[in-house]
């Protein structure tokens, strides 16, 4: 007993100090990464960071995967970067004089189409050299103070259709690629956010930013078929590869909601804030999924973090904890070797 006693008393030292080395490492991790924020506060955000432009508001990932656009969407200079996210360089640089949100690849990466905020068009950018460069423009209507002001857009590259969802005339505008011509304009009734088309591009998911719902629109028959409740200012959306299952931002009650695309039904809806009661402010914003699609990150603008789901079971998923990241983070994609929050 007395030898035991011996050899747990030599041990809880070396214990000791080899949880202190561990402490101190992580310490002087965090105190590498630390950011100060204007306010005098500081933030330990995980993983390597880069800096872009004012308000980074949305990523585009072209189809191979090769090339990242980011869409700078603050108060001052506003500019569209196109980013190699193996090497992590920015590749290009333009100045947009308006934009918000929007920003899509062609299918073949040899154009980037831009939302452009209040002056009322749609940007195409050619990619020559991984450089961009202005094409031509599609023109919703007049500059302000005429309200249209695209936001999310969404393409049909093989119909040649665009699909533009508006935020001050609350609108969806459907466009035909080949002329530049509107082909209808169908009101929504409250600001829309952000489109996306289902796998076999019959279906375009809407969200309505101002109306709490997302609408469905049928690309065939040209028209909305349904209107799904959902939380408080619904805004990104993101569908699993399948298409069966539709995971909804609602930035105003700190919330996802997970919709059964099939049978239109909300599955069940994710609390992404820092803890159950906690009152409305996360600003969940952004959405990404894993590659193997068992987790599911969701950007917590106002809380500076990731809050990640294990979302493996569909209607049975379960918090994992979050990730802090940099200020105000808005845009999360995962589905490569690298997550990238912007």
């Not at 100045?95 to 940007?123: C, R, T, V």
């Not at 402010?281 to 990731?306: H, I, Q």
Request: net charge positive.
């Amino acid at each position: 007993m007395k030898n035991f006693l011996q050899i747990v008393l030599f041990c809880i030292p070396s214990l000791m100090a080899v949880a202190q080395k561990q402490s101190t490492s992580v310490e002087n991790q965090l105190t590498k990464n630390r950011v100060r924020l204007p306010n005098g506060w500081h933030l330990s955000p995980a993983g390597r960071s880069f800096p872009l432009g004012d308000l980074p508001l949305n990523i585009a990932v072209s189809p191979s995967k090769k090339l990242i656009a980011v869409t700078n969407n603050g108060q001052s200079i506003q500019t569209i970067q196109l980013i190699d996210p193996a090497t992590e360089q920015i590749l290009s640089n333009v100045i947009i004089p308006k934009s918000w949100y929007g920003l899509k690849f062609s299918a073949d990466e040899k154009s980037l189409y831009a939302s452009g905020g209040n002056d009322n068009w749609i940007y195409q950018y050619a990619i020559n050299n991984k450089k961009l460069q202005v094409k031509d423009s599609i023109i919703l209507g007049k500059k302000w103070p005429e309200k249209i002001s695209p936001a999310g857009i969404e393409i049909d590259d093989a119909a040649k259709m665009l699909y533009v969802v508006t935020k001050e005339n609350n609108s969806l505008y459907v466009v035909d690629l080949a002329d530049k011509k509107i082909i209808e304009q169908l009101p929504l009734g409250n600001e829309g956010y952000a489109c996306l088309l289902s796998p076999d591009k019959t279906e375009l998911y809407i969200s309505v930013w101002g109306g709490d719902k997302v609408f469905v629109y049928n690309t065939k028959q040209r028209k909305f078929t349904d209107k799904i409740a959902v939380g408080d200012n619904p805004n990104e959306l993101l569908l699993n590869k399948k298409g069966t299952t539709l995971y909804v931002a609602n930035a105003n009650d700190n919330s996802v909601s997970v919709i059964d695309t099939k049978r239109r039904k909300v599955l069940e809806v994710l609390n992404a804030a820092l803890f159950p009661n906690a009152p409305e402010g996360s600003s969940s914003n952004g959405l990404a999924l894993s590659a193997d699609e068992k987790r599911l990150y969701v950007a917590n603008a106002d809380n500076n973090s990731l809050a990640v789901f294990d979302v493996s079971v569909a209607g049975k998923s379960r918090s994992k904890g979050f990730i802090p990241t940099g200020w105000y983070p808005t845009k999360h994609k995962s589905n490569w070797q690298k997550n990238i929050c912007f």
